[in-house]
C-alpha cells in the first residue's frame, strides 16, 4: 500500500483494533515497514523512503 492508502485505512483499521498507534508492512519487491499513528483529525506516517523517480515540473508563477 502507499502512504495515501495508509492514510485512508488507519482510522478504519483503528476502529476495529481499538488502537490508535500501528505498524503496517508492505509487502513489494522494495518491502518496508510504515508507522501509523492516529492524531486528532490527521494521521501520521513514519518510516523509511527509498527514491525510485527524479523529475522536473516545469511551470510559471
Known amino acids: 500500500m502507499t502512504g495515501r492508502a495508509h492514510t485512508y485505512m488507519a482510522p478504519v483499521?483503528?476502529?476495529?483494533?481499538?488502537?490508535?498507534v500501528m505498524k503496517a508492512k508492505q509487502i513489494s519487491k522494495r518491502g518496508g515497514v510504515v508507522g501509523v499513528r492516529l492524531g486528532t483529525g490527521r494521521v501520521y506516517i513514519t518510516g523509511n523512503a527509498q527514491l525510485f523517480m527524479v523529475g522536473d515540473i516545469p511551470f510559471d508563477l
Open 13 to 20: 483499521w483503528a476502529l476495529k483494533l481499538g488502537k490508535t
